[in-house]
């Protein structure tokens, strides 16, 4: 596996050190919801309660094909800590 960013959406945390990511997918919608340290989110704008931003996560990627299968940095109920996402929603 190799270290990337996975592309998700974000919402800011309970505390000022962590953000809500939510992972989609297309033809499943929400794969999975978690909160992460906020220096492992990359966003171009400041997510607001309510009102989440596009951003990527670090991740562990490995790629086979037009799939590619993530780890993700904590485990989701949803989803576990491995989820298959197309290969068009990772980059190195």
Request: charged fraction near 20%; include cysteine.
């Amino acid at each position: 596996m190799e270290a990337g960013w996975l592309r998700c959406k974000v919402l800011p945390g309970m505390f000022s050190n962590e953000c809500l990511v939510v992972i989609e997918a297309p033809m499943r919608g929400e794969i999975a919801w978690i909160l992460v340290d906020s220096d492992l989110v990359d966003v171009t704008e400041v997510p607001h309660h309510g009102r989440a931003v596009a951003g990527k996560l670090r991740v562990q990627i490995d790629q086979h094909g037009d799939n590619a299968t993530v780890m993700i940095p904590v485990a989701s109920q949803e989803a576990g800590r491995f989820i298959s996402v197309p290969s068009a929603f990772v980059a190195w």
